[in-house]
């Protein structure tokens, strides 16, 4: 039976972003023997979780609460997407951000999050690219889902090379590199 990777909308978001995020996710994930979804549940934020000087939410606060509230949930991994702009500890910003675990965890999913509002051309003032927005948003989940497969940064061309602005997301490939794939296969 295939693994499921839970796709989590939280707060507004189009749809239509999760349904393609989806179908791509499906691409590289297949041949790990998992399947994404879409979950039927959604999670509105929280103003607690609203930063009101920095304008922007607490990405730590947010994924703390998806754990609790999905600890129940009969899936492998989950991934939230969200369309505000977030920050996590010394950050500015982050894309997303992961729970990383050392060993394997059976029974309660693993947790991460991306956002999605850097991603476009237009937070940029630049006109909107929509397959770039998607290629973007594939690229970030992939990489915030490694991480829930224990992988760490790697320096290789690969998706694990760390984010530090949109143009280091858009040199990087959408495809682990061999020994991070490697890593997927022997942790899972
Ligand atoms: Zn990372
Ligand atoms: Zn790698």
Redesign the pocket.
């Known amino acids: 039976m295939k693994k499921i990777i839970e796709l989590l909308k939280i707060g507004d978001l189009e749809q239509s972003i999760l349904v393609s995020l989806k179908d791509n996710l499906n691409d590289t994930f297949n041949n790990l023997k998992m399947a994404v979804n879409i979950s039927q549940n959604a999670f509105q934020l929280e103003i607690t979780e609203y930063n009101s000087e920095r304008m922007q939410y607490n990405a730590d606060k947010i994924l703390d609460r998806i754990i609790k509230l999905t600890k129940n949930h009969k899936v492998f991994r989950i991934l939230g997407v969200i369309d505000k702009d977030i920050y996590s500890e010394l950050l500015n910003f982050v894309f ?3 729970i990383r675990p050392i060993k394997r965890i059976s029974g309660t999913p693993v947790v991460s999050l991306i956002s999605v509002t850097r991603l476009r051309e237009q937070f940029y003032n630049k006109p909107e690219n929509d397959d770039l927005f998607e290629l973007r948003i594939l690229k970030e989940a992939i ?2 889902l ?2 829930t497969f224990s992988l ?2 790697c320096n290789k061309f690969c998706i ?1 090379q ?2 530090n602005s949109l143009m280091d997301t858009d040199k990087k490939p959408v495809q682990f590199c061999e020994s991070c794939g490697e890593k997927i296969i022997n942790f899972l």
Request: glycine share 16%; hydrophobic share 35%.
């Open positions: 997303g951000i992961a990489h915030e490694g991480h760490e940064h694990m760390f984010s």
